[in-house]
Structures are given as C-alpha cells and as structure tokens.
C-alpha cells in the first residue's frame, strides 16, 4: 500500500503562485509514476501533471504547460506542483495519485493510490 497526503492549498489571487506537496509513504519503490490531478465544482477530475519517480521525466496537460512543474524530492518522499501565474480557472481540489510502473498514464482510472486532495482556489 502506498500513502499520499497532500498539503499547500489555499486561496490567492490571480497572477500568484503556490507550491502543492504530496508526501508519499508505504511500500514505495523507484519504478513508480506519480501524477497530480484536479477537479473543479461540476466537472470530472482531469490530469494535470505527472513525472517519473525514478529519473524526474515530466509531462503536463497544455493548459498548464509552462505555468506549472512538478518535481519530487527523493530523499523527502515527496512529490511537488509548483503553480505559477494561477488563473480563475485553475480553481479545484487538487490530488496527487501513483502508480506502479513505467509508461505516464493521464487517466484517473489507470492510477491506483490517491490522496485525499487539497482545495485551490484562485479569484479574480
């Protein structure tokens, strides 16, 4: 079993930025990918960003290309989502997921762990 547990939402204002962590714990090893989702109020959790505990390769939904990274800290456990120039739109409940193996799946379904989210809102 693999634990998550999201930290760093909040709310601010349009053009800031905020740092979202996912500390992992449990049975963890290097080939795991580990993705951040969102959902915002009315609509279905989409992926935003995932990367590649064991060598860092990233891939990020166009919407946020540019404006966000995702990192992870190996000797933290820890996975990040650095949001910059945050727009009404990013608004959600942001979650962090994992899951076994090589291939960077964008689908909820294919993912196997999941924390409890974090509320980012963004106004205007």
């Known amino acids: 079993q693999v634990q998550l547990v999201e930290s760093g939402g909040g709310l601010v204002q349009a053009g800031d930025s905020l740092r979202l962590s996912c500390a992992v714990s449990?049975?963890?090893?290097?080939?795991?990918?580990m993705g951040w989702f969102r959902q915002a109020p009315g609509k279905e959790r989409e992926f935003v960003a995932a990367?590649?505990?064991?060598?860092?390769?990233?891939y990020y939904t166009n919407s946020v290309q540019g404006r966000f990274s995702i990192s992870r800290d190996t000797a933290k456990n820890t996975v990040y989502l650095q949001m910059n120039s945050l727009e009404p739109e990013d608004t959600a409940v942001y979650y962090c997921?994992?899951?076994?193996?090589?291939?960077?799946?964008?689908?909820?379904?294919?993912?196997?762990?999941w924390g409890q989210g974090t509320q980012v809102t963004v106004s205007s």
């Open positions: 449990g049975r963890t090893s290097s080939r795991y990918v």
């Open positions: 990367i590649r505990w064991s060598e860092s390769s990233t």
């Open positions: 997921a994992a899951v076994r193996g090589w291939t960077i799946p964008t689908m909820t379904a294919q993912y196997d762990y």
